[in-house]
């Protein structure tokens, strides 16, 4: 049985938007755009490989785990990710010594977060340190 294998495309393959994307400055906010199989992806990845190589701090933030890991399956094992609720309650605990509030129970016994007190909460901190960069997928 065959197997499939995917892989990152070297930067050669990639559009003349994809190489803008790649080209963007380190730091500051960018808003990749576009339609299902663009790209946006591929240049979060290429850009976490970058950060990567270079040493530089960061993390790739994803919806899901199933998301993670497809891509860890393309990037390999050494993708600091993390699901975006997981880094959410983690950074919480770190600025507040605290957890993330919650309502109270629904029904099937689900606590969704209380979104009007984590607001409090965080505009009562002081500025922590600096965050790692941020690649949201």
């Not at 500051?28 to 990845?45: D, E, N, R, V, W």
């Not at 701090?57 to 890991?69: C, E, G, M, S």
């Amino acid at each position: 049985m065959n197997e499939r294998t995917f892989k990152l495309p070297g930067i050669q393959e990639l559009s003349k938007e994809q190489e803008n994307g790649l080209r963007l400055p380190g730091k500051g906010q960018h808003l990749i755009i576009g339609g299902p199989g663009t790209g946006k992806s591929i240049l979060a990845l290429m850009r976490c490989r970058h950060y990567c190589t270079h040493d530089i701090d960061y993390i790739f933030l994803v919806y899901n785990h199933l998301l993670n890991q497809a891509c860890k399956q393309l990037f390999g094992e050494d993708l600091r990710s993390h699901t975006w609720m997981r880094w959410f309650h983690s950074i919480f605990a770190k600025m507040t010594n605290a957890s993330v509030p919650k309502m109270p129970p629904q029904s099937n016994g689900f606590r969704m977060i209380d979104w009007n007190q984590v607001q409090v909460i965080i505009a009562g901190c002081e500025p922590g340190k600096d965050l790692p960069s941020l690649i949201i997928m």
